[in-house]
């Protein structure tokens, strides 16, 4: 490597650090000289780094033998897709700094307002939200369709029951109609047999005399 390589290096490597303990002080008010700053944060360092899945591979090189091109990719990234963040509020441990922090009951609690990880955790929020109200949905739809069979199945048992009423209507109707005419008729006969009775009675009696 050429003197004039390793002095950009040296002092992409400088800017880079000064970079990252700004932004640490920024993000949580936490002051870290910049020759002692890690991308592998260490148990009581006090901070902890969130990065996107993209650029989770920033984390695994270490500062002090970082190339050019991974001091000006942090520097690039460095508040966009790169920040720090309290471990204790994200429910991380401090060497748990590749990729996004785990989820915690309350999300995001602790992180300051504008960072993108602020952002998914609050975002994975909503989305955890519509997944509950997105299964009470579901259940009562369930519960809905349940119904909807059960008042079905009523329904064709009525319109069966329906059926058969009408059905023994019918022949009921068909029993009094039958049952009429044969009064009519038996009035009739009746009627008849009175006639003859009378004249008869008169016949007899004419007789007599």
């Known amino acids: 490597m050429s003197?004039?390589?390793?002095?950009?290096?040296?002092?992409?490597?400088?800017q880079c650090r000064e970079a990252l303990a700004a932004h640490i002080f920024n993000r949580l008010h936490l002051v870290v000289a910049p020759e002692r700053v890690r991308l592998q944060p260490r148990p009581g360092d006090g901070y902890a780094w969130s990065v996107t899945r993209a650029n989770a591979a920033l984390l695994k090189s270490n500062l002090s033998s970082g190339t050019i091109n991974l001091y000006q990719k942090i520097l690039k990234e460095l508040g966009s897709s790169l920040e720090a963040v309290n471990p204790q509020s994200l429910g991380i441990s401090q060497s748990n700094t590749c990729g996004l922090p785990?989820?915690?009951?309350?999300?995001?609690?602790?992180?300051?307002?504008?960072?993108?990880?602020a952002e998914i955790c609050e975002l994975k929020a909503a989305n955890g939200r519509m997944e509950v109200e997105l299964e009470r949905t579901r259940s009562?739809?369930?519960?809905?369709?349940?119904?909807?069979?059960?008042?079905?199945?009523?329904a064709n048992h009525l319109r069966h029951d329906m059926q058969i009423l009408e059905s023994q209507n019918k022949i009921l109707r068909d029993k009094l109609v039958e049952t009429r005419r044969v009064i009519a008729g038996a009035m009739q006969t009746l009627g008849s047999l009175q006639s003859e009775g009378i004249e008869i009675a008169l016949d007899d009696t004419n007789d007599s005399q």
């Open 140 to 154: 009562r739809l369930d519960d809905s369709l349940r119904e909807s069979h059960t008042l079905g199945a009523e």
């Open 102 to 117: 785990k989820e915690t009951q309350d999300f995001g609690e602790g992180i300051m307002d504008g960072s993108f990880t």
């Open 3 to 14: 003197k004039s390589s390793n002095q950009k290096r040296f002092q992409l490597r400088k």
